[in-house]
T-cell receptor
């Protein structure tokens, strides 16, 4: 069984489009995250949710909107996609920040 | 937020040699320091972590040391193998929140046969 699964794995889309990435975890964790990894491999936290409530919202454009329908899901919706949004987006989950975080396999977003 | 500095950015060693990656952090209140390994095309995976109440932790060929006074922690890999080639990240939770990790910029380790 996959612990943290995100879909799609690859996403190629045109500038200006709106797209969503889905994430689900079956580990029973309370906390879920979205990280962005740029072309230089730098991993940066975007959002953190604990028990469906937003805990961290880093300096991310408001075109990015996370949605947590329940503790096991944290989806990422992106409006008006820009070239600079091209990156690999990772979903992760953990009991809290002081325990192991389990990452999904990533979604490689390419905006053309 | 927590500032985590990681060095070196790239490291090349011969199979069988040791590899050491170092990180420093800024928040003296930080108490959890994990190391993640990311293989090509995959998400990061925890390989070892250490909490602030111990100075060293070992798991087979991997060890982590922590110096709280100097605010730095290091990853040591002994008897390196080609399958150790990957990007390694250190991390620490930020001061104002316990709900996420700030990652170092990563070290690309290459182990040559």
């Amino acid at each position: 069984d996959t612990a943290v699964s995100q879909t799609p794995k690859y996403l190629v889309t045109q500038m200006g489009n709106d797209k969503s990435i889905k994430c689900e975890q079956n580990l029973g964790h309370d906390t879920m995250y979205w990280y962005k990894q740029d072309s230089k491999k730098f991993l940066k936290i975007m959002f953190s949710y604990n028990n469906k409530e937003l805990i961290i919202n880093e300096t991310v454009p408001n075109r990015f909107s996370p949605k947590s329908p329940d503790k096991a899901h944290l989806n990422l919706h992106i409006n008006s996609l820009e070239l600079g949004d091209s990156a690999v987006y990772f979903c992760a989950s953990s009991h809290n920040a002081n325990t192991e975080a389990f990452f999904g396999q990533g979604t490689r977003l390419t905006v053309v | 937020g927590e500032n985590v500095e990681q060095h070196p950015s790239t490291l090349s060693v011969q199979e069988g040699d040791s590899a050491v990656i170092k990180c420093t952090y800024s928040d003296s209140a930080s108490n959890y320091f994990p190391w993640y390994k990311q293989e090509l095309g995959k998400g990061p995976q925890l390989i070892i972590d250490i909490r602030s109440n111990v100075g060293e932790k070992k798991d087979q060929r991997i060890a982590v040391t922590l110096n709280k006074t100097a605010k730095h922690f290091s990853l040591h890999i002994t008897e390196t193998q080609p399958e150790d080639s990957a990007v390694y990240f250190c991390a620490a939770p930020p001061r104002n929140s316990g709900y996420a990790l700030n990652f170092g910029k990563g070290t690309s380790l290459l182990v040559t046969p």
